[in-house]
T-cell receptor, first 116, second 112 residues
């Protein structure tokens, strides 16, 4: 079974400060890892993914994430937060192989609030 | 912009009514998914399809049913809606195992 934990329901950051949204995962074997963002009353938008290779992945809107295999983490980061980054962020995981659906397993989401 | 569309965006109906939520994508993706999401909460996979005439139930048990008669179309049906079905339903499509999913805007269903 695969699972994702996002330990913080909400993260508050002042505009211009760096931000981190935490994600840890559990999966058999190697993982595919994803970050999505959801604005109010909208669907999810893809931000970035880790498949293999470089542990630091760069994505849309200046976001990046670092894959840490020993800590089974995939934290989302941005050097300088914008008020427009305020949204609900989801981490998701999928095992490279295995039975069952290959739909992503999502974390419960983290509300990111950027204060002006 | 992802080419995946859901209708209706919002639906308020009475208990016992039959409803169908439509989902269409123009990207030629074989894989399509339905997720259920309570407002501001996590997503739960309820149905998926790997292609025409392929449908499977997901991790979360659901009284809804789906069909996949055409590649681009993956409708979800509730034969008799109940208040417990009130939720947001998100449709997604994708390619391969490592490809990202593209999501529709969602259908928010309220059953009175």
């Amino acid at each position: 079974a695969q699972s994702v934990a996002q330990p913080e329901d909400q993260v508050n950051v002042a505009e211009g400060n760096p931000l981190t949204v935490k994600c840890t995962y559990s999966v058999s074997g190697n993982p595919y890892l994803f970050w999505y963002v959801q604005y109010p009353n909208r669907g999810l938008q893809f931000l970035l993914k880790y498949i293999t290779g470089d542990n630091l992945v760069k994505g849309s809107y200046g976001f990046e994430a670092e894959f840490n295999k020993s800590q089974t983490s995939f934290h989302l980061k941005k050097p300088s937060a914008l008020v427009s980054d305020s949204a609900l962020y989801f981490c998701a995981v999928l095992a490279h192989s295995g039975g069952g659906a290959d739909g992503l397993t999502f974390g419960k989401g983290t509300h990111l609030i950027i204060q002006p | 912009e992802a080419d995946i569309y859901q209708t209706p965006r919002y639906l308020v109906i009475g208990t016992g009514k039959k409803i169908t939520l439509e989902c269409s994508q123009t990207m030629g993706h074989d894989k399509m998914y339905w997720y259920q999401q309570d407002p501001g909460m996590e997503l739960h996979l309820i149905h998926y399809s790997y292609g025409v005439n392929s449908t499977e139930k997901g991790d979360l048990s659901s009284e809804s049913t789906v069909s996949r008669i055409r590649t681009e179309h993956f409708p979800l049906t509730l034969e008799s809606a109940r208040p417990s079905h009130t939720s947001q339903y998100l449709c997604a499509s994708g390619w391969g195992r490592a490809g990202e999913l593209f999501f529709g805007e969602g259908s928010r269903l309220t059953v009175l």
